[in-house]
């Protein structure tokens, strides 16, 4: 099995629906991560958790909100949607310098 | 100024060639330079680090760092087709929590 598993896999949805991402891990690691990617922009942070009551702003977090609901799972909302949200979007978790990464979620906002 | 600049490419080899692929960056207080690829729908894994200056070589792959001029290369000797991918730079440090910085990643491929 995967050690990080994100669900959907794939999503369209219309503008102005909220949706969830999720993202589990079974690594144990406390740090988990939300990176969206662009093409030509790389992976781009936008939350991060150091641990369950941790929970801090990347650089593209507006219009996305986090929740950690264990050290397992943390998931990625976007409360009402907009076309310039479609992206992938990928998980990851740490316990030092190596991030792994989920299979990723790719999401278009019509 | 970005933090960390890499040429997105694409970068396009015959099978064979030797393959460059280079990053700047801003920040001095990284401390782990990294490489990670990323094959098409699937999440990016880490393939070589280094820690501080120097080179590190792992089979076909050399991956070097010089803090002095802030530049780090990745090299692939006898590229393969099986490796047409989208490499990214990536580094960090314990100031700032291990928080990653990546590139924007060169994409590459690798003719049979």
């Known amino acids: 099995d995967a050690d990080v598993t994100q669900t959907p896999r794939n999503r369209i949805t219309k503008t102005g629906k909220r949706i969830m991402l999720e993202c589990s891990q079974t690594?144990?690691?406390?740090?988990m991560y939300w990176y969206r990617q662009d093409p030509g922009l790389g992976l781009r942070l936008i939350y991060y958790?150091?641990?369950?009551?941790?929970?801090n702003k990347g650089e593209i977090s507006d219009g996305y909100s986090v929740s950690r609901q264990a050290q397992a799972k943390f998931s990625l909302s976007l409360e009402s949607a907009i076309p310039n949200q479609t992206a992938l979007y990928f998980c990851?978790?740490?316990?030092?310098?190596?991030?792994?990464f989920g299979p990723g979620t790719r999401l278009t906002v019509l | 100024q970005k933090e960390v600049e890499q040429d997105p490419g694409p970068l396009s080899v015959p099978e064979g060639a030797i393959v460059s692929l280079n990053c700047t960056y801003s920040?001095?207080?990284?401390?782990?330079f990294m490489w990670y690829r990323q094959y098409s729908r699937k999440g990016p894994e880490l393939l070589m680090y280094?820690?501080?200056?120097g080179n590190k070589e792992d089979g076909r792959f050399t991956a070097q760092v010089d803090k002095s001029s802030k530049y780090i290369s990745l090299f692939i000797r006898d590229s393969q087709p099986s490796d047409s991918a989208t490499y990214l730079c990536?580094?960090?440090?314990?100031?700032?929590?291990?928080?990653?910085?990546f590139g924007a990643g060169t994409r590459l491929f690798v003719k049979a």
């Open positions: 990851a978790t740490s316990d030092h310098y190596e991030q792994f």
């Open positions: 690594k144990g690691h406390d740090r």
């Open positions: 958790s150091f641990d369950v009551k941790d929970i």
């Open positions: 920040n001095s207080a990284f401390q782990y």
């Open positions: 280094t820690y501080s200056s």
């Open positions: 990536a580094m960090t440090g314990e100031t700032g929590g291990f928080k990653t910085i």
